[in-house]
């Protein structure tokens, strides 16, 4: 039982250049999270999935993009990446409005 | 808007010193306050949940407290272990399918 599993764990970009961060669950959970966490600023959600097929925007969304095709997974893409996006990336999940759980987070930087 | 507040930002206390951290909220109707742990490099941990004003829970050195304005984290007798930032996230009535964090109270324990 892994829990929460997010891919890859460290990541340096070019300005400009896409990613995607891949987040998985095993623990059969409905909703499922991506936060950002910046020095002095905490955790700030930029979109959230209430269920497979579903997302919908959090407080600091622009830059990003999510899918949620499979129930399990959850993926935050970056299409043209800006050093402002800079962060540490977690991903979480929950049982519909109870506790989430987080992964081990994902340390990107733009250059 | 929904707000929460963590103070202080940061406490240094020697191995066996008691104290508090607070966690004040503004909210349209409280759905659940959280606790969680998280040490450098790592993803928050999950503490505890309180859902009613008056509820207690209590795990090892920990114990927190709601009321309806704020909540407390009572640390008994640590030690440097206890060493981590310690985090506060709410649900409410308006965003419950959202976890709202506050910037979190960095604890150094001494030895």
Same mark, same amino acid.
């Given at each position: 039982n892994a829990?929460?599993?997010?891919?890859?764990?460290?990541?340096?970009l070019k300005t400009g250049q896409s990613m995607t961060l891949l987040c998985a669950q095993d623990m059969n959970h409905e909703y499922m999270y991506w936060y950002r966490q910046d020095p002095g600023m905490g955790?700030?959600?930029?979109? %959230?999935?209430?269920?497979?097929?579903?997302t919908a925007k959090g407080e600091v969304p622009d830059g990003y993009n999510v899918s949620r095709l499979k129930k399990q997974n959850f993926l935050l893409g970056l299409e043209s990446a800006a050093p402002s996006q800079?962060?540490? %990336?977690?991903?979480?999940?929950? %049982?519909?409005?109870?506790e989430a759980f987080f992964g081990q987070g994902t340390r990107l930087t733009v250059v | 808007?929904?707000?929460?507040?963590?103070?202080?930002?940061?406490?240094?206390?020697?191995?066996?010193?008691?104290?508090?951290l607070n966690c004040s909220y503004t909210v349209s109707g409280l759905r659940g306050l959280f606790w969680y742990r998280q040490d450098p490099g790592k993803g928050?941990?999950?503490?505890?949940?309180?859902?009613?004003?008056?509820?207690?829970?209590?795990?090892?050195?920990?114990?927190?407290?709601?009321?309806?304005?704020?909540?407390?984290?009572?640390?008994?007798?640590?030690?440097?272990?206890?060493?981590?930032?310690?985090?506060?996230?709410?649900?409410?009535?308006?965003?419950?399918?959202?976890?709202?964090f506050g910037s979190g109270t960095q604890l150094t324990v001494l030895p």
């Open positions: 829990g929460v599993t997010q891919t890859p764990k460290f990541r340096v955790l700030r959600l930029i979109h %959230y999935s209430v269920g497979e097929g579903t800079t962060s540490v %990336y977690f991903c979480a999940s929950s %049982y519909m409005n109870t | 808007e929904d707000q929460v507040t963590q103070s202080p930002e940061a406490l240094r206390l020697q191995e066996g010193e008691s104290s508090s928050p941990e999950f503490l505890f949940t309180l859902y009613s004003a008056g509820e207690e829970k209590e795990k090892e050195r920990l114990k927190a407290t709601l009321t309806k304005k704020e909540s407390f984290l009572h640390i008994t007798a640590p030690k440097p272990e206890d060493s981590a930032t310690y985090l506060c996230a709410v649900r409410t009535k308006g965003s419950a399918r959202q976890l709202t």
